[in-house]
């Protein structure tokens, strides 16, 4: 089983930057198509960003695209969210996801299994 632990959330104003870090357990961390998810209150879960295996390819939701930065690192078994210049429309629970099922990177809820419980961020106007 793995399990994943969301950290670095928090209460921001617009315009500011956080950074997201989602650690994971066991040794086959590197084999995980990794993602970023968000839920506001009332609403689904969206995608939010997304990285292949090696982390030499992302994907983002047009909405992030040139403010936020998904990242990771095989040997500390952790994947990372930058978010800069904030809205406060991205106030939510965001949720690291994984899974080693997946060919590609995928944008889609259900192809992940693994997910954290998730980091609250509140962005004020």
């Known amino acids: 089983q793995v399990q994943m632990v969301e950290s670095g959330g928090g209460l921001v104003q617009a315009g500011g930057s956080l950074r997201l870090s989602c650690i994971a357990s066991?040794?086959?961390?590197?084999?995980?198509?990794m993602g970023w998810f968000r839920q506001a209150p009332g609403k689904e879960r969206e995608f939010v960003a997304g990285?292949?295996?090696?982390?030499?390819?992302?994907t983002y939701a047009d909405s992030e695209k040139g403010r936020f930065t998904i990242s990771r690192d095989n040997a500390k078994n952790t994947v990372y969210l930058q978010m800069n210049s904030l809205k406060p429309e991205e106030t939510a629970v965001y949720h690291c996801?994984?899974?080693?099922?997946?060919?590609?990177?995928?944008?889609?809820?259900?192809?992940?299994?693994?997910w954290g419980q998730g980091t609250q961020v509140t962005v004020s106007s």
């Open positions: 996801a994984g899974d080693m099922r997946p060919l590609v990177l995928t944008r889609t809820r259900q192809d992940y299994a693994f």
């Open positions: 990285i292949n295996r090696s982390g030499d390819s992302t």
């Open positions: 066991g040794r086959t961390f590197s084999m995980f198509v």
